[in-house]
């Protein structure tokens, strides 16, 4: 009897908490690996819907892009330089949306902002100048955000040099007075996102809204 009325011993009491220890600690593990899961699921839904906001914007800007061409009386050049890391163009919309005409559009991977190290694909927009003979008011530019984090992109046009040779893909577009048929823009992200290719037709023909006559070259949207 006196040993029932003693309660638990010292030994018990620690081997008892040790226990309630152990256990807690397990539950804190799986809350805390539940909440990961959790998080990175989240941000890759949120990394998902972002790539898809910037690959139906990216299409539908680069079906806009307009035959311009640059004030040269020399020759016929149109507004439209391409390579394998970095397009501009001109494009039907605004630069702005208190703006209106036509905008220069770049598009490049550029240093993120901040202290990362990481890389983003940029573009760049201006207004055009009715004297301009190249894309220079881009480099003054704001950069506007599409894919952060990337590690690289690599453009595509799809076109002929002339009428007589079959259009075919290319990495550098060097057509001065000709427009790619198609542009396509492949997005290798820095953590492993798989981002499906980007492929856009250019809608206008390459004289679609260019007036010309023997004094003078004026390029700019018709009026229906």
Same mark, same amino acid.
């Given at each position: 009897?006196?040993?029932?009325?003693?309660?638990?011993?010292? %030994?018990?009491? &620690?081997?008892?908490? /040790?226990?309630? @220890?152990?256990?807690?600690?397990? !539950?804190?593990? =799986?809350?805390?690996? $539940?909440?990961?899961?959790?998080?990175?699921?989240?941000?890759?839904?949120?990394?998902?819907?972002?790539?898809?906001?910037?690959?139906?914007?990216?299409?539908?800007?680069?079906?806009?892009?307009?035959?311009?061409?640059?004030?040269?009386?020399?020759?016929?050049?149109?507004?439209?330089?391409?390579?394998?890391?970095? %397009?501009?163009? &001109?494009?039907?919309? /605004?630069?702005? @949306?208190?703006?209106?005409?036509? !905008?220069?559009? =770049?598009?490049?991977? $550029?240093?993120?902002?901040?202290?990362?190290?990481?890389?983003?694909?940029?573009?760049?927009?201006?207004?055009?100048?009715?004297?301009?003979?190249?894309?220079?008011?881009?480099?003054?530019?704001?950069?506007?955000?599409?894919?952060?984090?990337?590690?690289?992109?690599?453009?595509?046009?799809?076109?002929?040099?002339?009428?007589?040779?079959?259009?075919?893909?290319?990495?550098?577009?060097?057509?001065?007075?000709?427009?790619?048929?198609?542009?396509?823009?492949?997005?290798?992200?820095?953590?492993?996102?798989?981002?499906?290719?980007?492929?856009?037709?250019?809608?206008?023909?390459?004289?679609?809204?260019?007036?010309?006559?023997?004094?003078?070259?004026?390029?700019?949207?018709?009026?229906?």
């Amino acid at each position: 009897m006196r040993r029932a009325q003693a309660g638990f011993t010292l %030994l018990e009491i &620690v081997i008892a908490m /040790a226990l309630l @220890a152990a256990m807690l600690a397990m !539950a804190w593990s =799986g809350m805390s690996f $539940a909440l990961r899961g959790w998080d990175s699921g989240e941000a890759a839904g949120r990394r998902a819907v972002d790539l898809q906001l910037a690959q139906n914007f990216l299409r539908r800007e680069l079906a806009e892009v307009f035959p311009m061409r640059w004030k040269d009386p020399a020759k016929l050049r149109l507004a439209f330089e391409g390579d394998s890391k970095g %397009l501009r163009f &001109v494009s039907t919309r /605004a630069a702005g @949306a208190s703006s209106g005409g036509l !905008a220069l559009v =770049g598009l490049e991977v $550029a240093q993120g902002q901040g202290q990362t190290r990481q890389r983003d694909l940029v573009m760049r927009r201006a207004l055009v100048d009715d004297k301009a003979q190249d894309f220079g008011p881009l480099g003054a530019a704001e950069p506007t955000l599409l894919v952060a984090n990337v590690d690289a992109v690599e453009f595509g046009y799809f076109g002929a040099e002339n009428d007589f040779n079959e259009p075919k893909w290319q990495a550098d577009w060097k057509v001065e007075g000709r427009i790619p048929q198609l542009v396509r823009l492949h997005v290798k992200t820095a953590d492993g996102t798989v981002v499906p290719d980007v492929v856009a037709r250019v809608m206008l023909g390459e004289e679609a809204g260019c007036l010309e006559n023997a004094f003078q070259r004026v390029c700019r949207p018709r009026t229906q």
